[in-house]
C-alpha cells in the first residue's frame, strides 16, 4: 500500500512546522555520550535530551501509544514508545522495531564562522549543528512516519520505537536493557535504523554491513624523565620512533594495509556484486570529503575504495599524547609516547580474537626492552544483514521509486552500531533495514555536521510504506 497524498503532504508539514523547530531545540543540547563526557549525569544535558524527546512524543495523537523514560541505576536512560497494531493487522503477529539515540559526539573543532556543534543553523534546506542527523531525527522521523500510516488508512503491526542515549559510547548500557526490557519487546522480525548513511542524497539506500571496532591506548616508554637530545640522541631511542616500529607491525605505512591476520575476513561474490552495482553512484561520496588543495584519496579504483571502507580492517589514530605542542617543546628526547588506536574490523570478524591478535602484535619483544602497555583496550562486533525477504526486496524497490524516482541502493558501511549485532543475535530470523541520512558533505562527528532536510522528509516516507508492507506480509500468510 502506498502513502496517500494528504498524508505526503502531511509529513511534509509536520518536518517543516514540529520536526524541525524541536531539533533545532535538540541541537543546542550539549547531550555529549557519557565515554567523552565522565559528568554526563551532574551535568544534566542527557535527562534534558530525554525529557525534550518524551514530552514531544507524548504528545503525537497516535492512538493507544505509551511513551515512557526507562532507567536503570547508574546507567544512561532509554526512551520506549509502545504503539499497538492496527485494526485488521495481526495484534499477536511478531512486532516491528524502530531504533535511534539521542546521545552525541564531543564538539570537535574547525566549525565554520557562525556555526557550531551547539548552534543550530539553517541554511540550504540543511540544519547544522551535532547530532541532527546522527541520528537526533530518528524518533521524529519514525513517529510522522507512524501519523503517516494512519492517515492514510493503512495498516501496521505492533510497534516499538526504542531510542538509546549511549550509542556514541559503543552502547555500554544497552545490553542491560534489552534484558530488562525483554517482555516488553517481544518477538520482533523487522527492524528499521535509521542511523546510517547514503552515498547521495537522489536514492534510498539499505546498509548491507557496518564495520567491527577495536582499539586501545599504546603507551612506550624508554626513559623515567626526559634528558638533552644532544646528549642522549644515538644512544637512547626515541620513544616516538620505538611507537613507530610498532605501528608498521599492524599495518603497512605504504598501502595502509592492516597486517595482523586476525583483522581480515573474505567478502562473498553476492557482497561484491552490490558493491560493483553501486559504484557509480558512491563514486561521488568520496568526492566529498574535505581534502586539502591538491589532496585526494588514496589509490584504487571506486569498488577498491569501496572496499577499503567496509570490509577491509583500517588503523587509525585518532589521539596521542606526551608531546608539546610544537611552539613548546624543548630540545629534549621525551620518555614515553602514547597514541589512542581505532582498528576498523570487517563485519565478519570476532572482535575478541581480533583483539587477542593485535595485544600481541604490539606487546611481544618490545624494541629495546621499552616498556610497552596497551591499555584501555575495548571492542564492538559488525554485522551483515542476513538476505532480504522478496517482500521486501519489493517494498524497498517501490519505495524508493515513490519517493526519490529511482530503486533503492545497497552498500556497507564503514561505521559501527553494535545494536545491530546484539539484535541480530536476539532475533535471527528478523529482516533489517538500515538506513539514514548521512550522506556527501554532511559530516558525522566532525566539524560541520548537518541534516538534510528534504532527505529527512523523503526517509520518513519510505519509512511509512515498509511499515505497511510489513504488515501485510502478516496479512497474506
Not at 444 to 455: I, T, V, Y
Request: net charge negative; hydrophobic share 40%.
Amino acid at each position: 500500500m502506498s502513502l496517500t497524498p494528504e498524508a505526503r503532504t502531511t509529513i511534509d508539514q509536520t518536518w517543516n512546522d514540529q520536526v524541525v523547530p524541536a531539533l533545532v531545540e535538540y541541537v543546542a543540547i550539549p547531550n555529549v555520550s557519557p565515554a567523552y563526557e565522565r559528568n554526563w549525569v551532574a551535568l544534566g544535558h542527557m535527562d534534558r535530551a530525554t525529557e525534550m524527546f518524551r514530552s514531544w512524543a507524548a504528545a503525537r495523537d497516535i492512538p493507544g501509544m505509551t511513551v515512557e523514560v526507562v532507567q536503570l541505576e547508574g546507567r544512561t536512560p532509554v526512551l520506549l514508545i509502545e504503539i499497538p497494531a492496527t485494526q485488521g493487522a495481526h495484534s499477536s503477529a511478531p512486532a516491528a522495531l524502530l531504533y535511534g539515540h539521542l546521545d552525541k559526539q564531543p564538539e570537535m573543532e574547525g566549525w565554520a564562522e557562525g556555526k557550531g556543534p551547539w548552534t543550530p543553523v539553517l541554511e540550504d534546506g540543511r540544519l547544522f549543528g551535532r547530532g541532527g542527523a546522527d541520528d537526533g531525527y530518528a524518533m521524529f522521523a519514525s513517529l510522522t512516519a507512524i501519523e503517516a500510516v494512519h492517515q492514510s488508512g493503512g495498516s501496521h503491526r505492533r510497534l516499538v520505537v526504542l531510542i538509546e542515549a549511549s550509542e556514541e559510547s559503543g552502547s555500554p548500557d544497552l545490553p542491560a536493557y534489552i534484558e530488562h526490557l525483554a517482555v516488553r519487546l517481544g518477538d520482533i522480525d523487522f527492524v528499521v535504523c535509521l542511523d546510517s548513511g547514503c552515498a547521495d542524497y537522489d536514492h534510498l539506500w539499505v546498509t548491507t554491513s557496518l564495520r567491527g571496532v577495536i582499539g586501545g591506548t599504546l603507551s612506550v616508554e624508554i626513559l623515567e624523565e626526559g634528558v638533552h637530545s644532544g646528549s642522549a640522541s644515538g644512544v637512547v631511542p626515541s620513544s616516538f620512533r620505538i611507537l613507530r616500529q610498532l605501528l608498521d607491525r599492524v599495518e603497512d605505512a605504504e598501502t595502509g594495509e592492516v597486517l595482523v591476520s586476525e583483522c581480515q575476513a573474505t567478502v562473498s561474490e553476492s557482497r561484491l556484486a552490490q558493491i560493483a552495482a553501486s559504484a557509480e553512484s558512491v563514486g561521488g561520496a568520496f568526492e566529498s570529503f574535505p581534502f586539502v588543495a591538491g589532496a585526494g584519496p588514496v589509490d584504487g579504483s571506486i569498488v577498491e575504495l569501496i572496499l577499503n571502507r567496509t570490509w577491509r580492517p583500517t588503523l587509525s589514530i585518532v589521539g596521542f599524547d606526551g608531546a608539546p605542542a610544537p611552539g613548546l617543546a624543548g630540545n629534549v628526547l621525551r620518555p614515553r609516547t602514547r597514541a589512542q588506536l581505532s582498528v576498523r574490523l570487517p563485519p565478519t570478524v570476532d572482535p575478541d580474537v581480533a583483539m587477542a591478535a593485535l595485544e600481541r602484535t604490539l606487546l611481544d619483544d618490545p624494541p629495546y626492552g621499552a616498556s610497552v602497555t596497551f591499555t584501555d583496550a575495548e571492542g564492538g562486533p559488525g554485522w551483515a544483514a542476513p538476505e532480504l525477504d522478496p517482500w521486501l526486496v519489493d517494498s524497498l524497490d517501490r519505495a524508493g521509486r515513490s519517493h526519490f524516482g529511482v530503486p533503492a541502493q545497497f552498500m556497507g558501511e564503514g561505521g559501527s552500531i553494535p545494536f545491530m549485532g546484539m539484535l541480530g543475535e536476539r532475533f535471527p530470523a528478523a529482516q533489517f533495514v538500515i538506513t539514514g541520512v548521512l550522506g556527501p558533505g554532511s559530516n558525522a562527528h566532525g566539524p560541520n555536521e548537518f541534516l538534510d532536510l528534504s532527505m529527512g522528509r523523503r526517509l520518513t516516507a519510505c519509512v511509512a510504506e515498509l511499515l505497511m508492507d510489513h504488515a501485510d506480509v502478516e496479512q497474506d500468510g
